[in-house]
T-cell receptor, first 114, second 113 residues
Framework: DSGVTQTPKHLITATGQRVTLRCSPRSGDLSVYWYQQSLDQGLQFLIQYYNGEERAKGNILERFSAQQFPDLHSELNLSSLELGDSALYFC?????????????FGNGTRLTVT | EDQVTQSPEALRLQEGESSSLNCSYTVSGLRGLFWYRQDPGKGPEFLFTLYSAGEEKEKERLKATLTKKESFLHITAPKPEDSATYLCAVQAPSNFGNEKLTFGTGTRLTIIP
């Protein structure tokens, strides 16, 4: 158990809808990262937050947004969903003090857009 | 842009048959190279971090090594429970505490009893 909790585990929704994915980082970790994993592309970095502030953006679509709250949990919001958004979405956390800390991943949310 | 290439894409071994997985990388100043194991439907599980060329880390039947251009994950006398996808990732320097990892697409390892 990595200590990173993601909910829900599965989500099935229709095109055009909006969903929110939730992540609770490991105790003591200040950084939260969101990754998307699809069959053909592997793990793609979306966005990072550190102690409530956005730190880095990757290949995140404008239809997607995220935030990290004062209690350090994070939410990833996906809107105007398309079939191609179907994927596994992983949250990871790290101490995030600028050191050489590994990322620890949750077990993901599987999103299916129909 | 950081790039990570893993080979082979898939590898089938008999139980007890040792082999190596390769991870080639291109990064502007390597801060760390990470190996993860991922089981189907699960998140990646951290295995090792390597920081400098010549470094080696071991855990049970796995040994990771690092050169200036690539890393190898050696698996010795594997068992069926070692079957998983092994992911390699690199971390580049940043002034902003940005520790994002760039991942390869993985090697899917199957150990046949």
């Amino acid at each position: 158990d990595s200590g990173v909790t993601q909910t829900p585990k599965h989500l099935i929704t229709a095109t055009g809808q909006r969903v929110t994915l939730r992540c609770s980082p490991r105790s003591g970790d200040l950084s939260v990262y969101w990754y998307q994993q699809s069959l053909d592309q592997g793990l793609q970095f979306l966005i990072q937050y550190y102690n409530g502030e956005e730190r880095a953006k990757g290949n995140i679509l404008e239809r997607f947004s995220a935030q990290q709250f004062p209690d350090l949990h994070s939410e990833l919001n996906l809107s105007s969903l398309e079939l191609g958004d179907s994927a596994l979405y992983f949250c990871a956390s790290s101490v995030g003090q600028g050191g050489y800390s590994p990322l620890h991943f949750g077990n993901g949310t599987r999103l299916t857009v129909t | 842009e950081d790039q990570v290439t893993q080979s082979p894409e898939a590898l089938r071994l008999q139980e007890g048959e040792s082999s190596s997985l390769n991870c080639s990388y291109t990064v502007s100043g390597l801060r760390g190279l990470f190996w993860y194991r991922q089981d189907p439907g699960k998140g990646p599980e951290f295995l090792f971090t390597l920081y400098s060329a010549g470094e080696e880390k071991e855990k049970e039947r796995l040994k990771a090594t690092l050169t200036k251009k690539e890393s190898f994950l050696h698996i010795t006398a594997p068992k069926p429970e070692d079957s998983a996808t092994y992911l390699c990732a690199v971390q580049a320097p940043s002034n902003f505490g940005n520790e994002k990892l760039t991942f390869g697409t993985g090697t899917r390892l199957t150990i046949i009893p």
